[in-house]
């Protein structure tokens, strides 16, 4: 276990050494960041020193080095518009992008494992055939659309639900949330169902289709053989089993929903992180932009380390110092 985590941090560093040169290096072809901070009026000449000042005329590896430098203390530069801290205006919107993959988390297990386990067990029943054809449905269409469409009918149509913000907010246990009074959970209703809408379908057939490979395997069929219940075998031999590479797969796409919420916060004006992330875009806020490419790049390689760990929890058998 030792061994694997001394090889998983030394790859986790080289990668985020990767994923933050190429995030600093896309930085000159995002726009002039002096459009939106001192507008059309100022002079060139005070914008070539502002330039300066700022160090953007300085040479690429000069750059990156005092970037590389300043981001091992903590410090990824200020906000060119929120004139704060990157890392501290990410914080900030970050409590509600993890509200809303938290509540698409719960949705997407709570239906995936029970509905693919079904289509595995009785894969020509109706209902089976049902769900495998709409989940085609889902993984075809864009979250996007969902979100417009869910928000046609059920606020636009029937002014069920409310469109957009996250409502009203309450802290019981010191983290703002709308999930602790009902005006803040009609908001998080819309968001969820669309974020869970590319990810469910996946999540269902994954579950069918590794269901359906341990009821043909052979320790299934000897446990028929010894005429063990059929709920036993169902559901602590196979599903046992099925949850491995479930959870393998499920938790890479799960750290994929972070990168998701970027537009199903922008249809529903959720206040987190991905429209944070479209708003510093349009204001050529680079040093934000910057920093939220290489928080997202950690989110996935943290993930899939943790990922990892898990599925050795899971099955002893697995031997982590050879798998990092």
Same mark, same amino acid.
């Given at each position: 276990m030792l061994t694997f985590l001394l090889k998983r941090l030394f790859q986790m560093i080289v990668v985020m050494f990767v994923i933050s040169l190429v995030a600093f290096s896309i930085q000159d072809n995002l726009g002039d960041p002096l459009r939106e901070l001192v507008g059309q009026s100022v002079s060139e000449q005070v914008r070539e020193q502002m330039?300066?000042?700022l160090g953007l005329n300085d040479p690429f590896l000069v750059k990156y080095g005092r970037f590389l430098g300043q981001a091992l203390q903590g410090d990824f530069g200020l906000s060119y518009f929120y004139k704060k801290p990157t890392l501290e205006v990410i914080f900030d919107k970050l409590p509600a992008t993890l509200e809303l993959v938290f509540c698409s988390t719960v949705l997407i297990i709570s239906l995936s494992i029970p509905l =693919?386990?079904?289509?595995?067990?009785?894969?020509?029943?109706?209902?089976?055939?049902?769900?495998?054809g709409?989940?085609?449905? =889902?993984?075809?269409?864009?979250v996007f659309l969902?979100?417009?469409l869910l928000m046609y009918v059920f606020s636009i149509e029937l002014g069920w639900l409310p469109a957009y913000g996250r409502g009203v907010?309450?802290?019981p246990f010191?983290?703002?949330? =709308?999930l602790f009074n009902w005006q803040g959970f009609r908001n998080l209703i819309l968001p969820t169902v669309a974020l869970s809408s590319i990810m469910l379908p996946l999540f269902i057939r994954l579950v069918r289709s590794e269901m359906l490979e341990q009821l043909s395997s052979e320790y299934v069929k000897f446990a028929w053989a010894k005429g063990l219940n059929k709920y036993r075998i169902w559901f602590l031999h196979a599903l046992k089993n099925t949850l491995l590479p479930l959870i393998?797969? =499920?938790g890479v796409q799960i750290g994929t929903m972070v990168a998701y919420t970027i537009l199903t916060e922008t249809v529903f004006q959720w206040p987190g992180i991905g429209l944070l992330f479209l708003d510093a875009i349009n204001r050529v806020d680079t040093p934000l932009i910057t920093t939220y490419v290489i928080f997202v790049g950690f989110v996935f390689v943290l993930t899939n380390t943790l990922v990892d760990l898990i599925y050795g929890l899971i099955n002893p058998t697995v031997n982590l110092a050879a798998k990092g």
């Amino acid at each position: 276990m030792l061994t694997f985590l001394l090889k998983r941090l030394f790859q986790m560093i080289v990668v985020m050494f990767v994923i933050s040169l190429v995030a600093f290096s896309i930085q000159d072809n995002l726009g002039d960041p002096l459009r939106e901070l001192v507008g059309q009026s100022v002079s060139e000449q005070v914008r070539e020193q502002m330039r300066t000042e700022l160090g953007l005329n300085d040479p690429f590896l000069v750059k990156y080095g005092r970037f590389l430098g300043q981001a091992l203390q903590g410090d990824f530069g200020l906000s060119y518009f929120y004139k704060k801290p990157t890392l501290e205006v990410i914080f900030d919107k970050l409590p509600a992008t993890l509200e809303l993959v938290f509540c698409s988390t719960v949705l997407i297990i709570s239906l995936s494992i029970p509905l =693919g386990v079904y289509c595995a067990i009785k894969p020509r029943a109706l209902g089976a055939r049902l769900i495998m054809g709409l989940s085609i449905v =889902g993984i075809s269409v864009p979250v996007f659309l969902t979100a417009i469409l869910l928000m046609y009918v059920f606020s636009i149509e029937l002014g069920w639900l409310p469109a957009y913000g996250r409502g009203v907010l309450t802290s019981p246990f010191g983290w703002q949330s =709308g999930l602790f009074n009902w005006q803040g959970f009609r908001n998080l209703i819309l968001p969820t169902v669309a974020l869970s809408s590319i990810m469910l379908p996946l999540f269902i057939r994954l579950v069918r289709s590794e269901m359906l490979e341990q009821l043909s395997s052979e320790y299934v069929k000897f446990a028929w053989a010894k005429g063990l219940n059929k709920y036993r075998i169902w559901f602590l031999h196979a599903l046992k089993n099925t949850l491995l590479p479930l959870i393998t797969v =499920g938790g890479v796409q799960i750290g994929t929903m972070v990168a998701y919420t970027i537009l199903t916060e922008t249809v529903f004006q959720w206040p987190g992180i991905g429209l944070l992330f479209l708003d510093a875009i349009n204001r050529v806020d680079t040093p934000l932009i910057t920093t939220y490419v290489i928080f997202v790049g950690f989110v996935f390689v943290l993930t899939n380390t943790l990922v990892d760990l898990i599925y050795g929890l899971i099955n002893p058998t697995v031997n982590l110092a050879a798998k990092g």
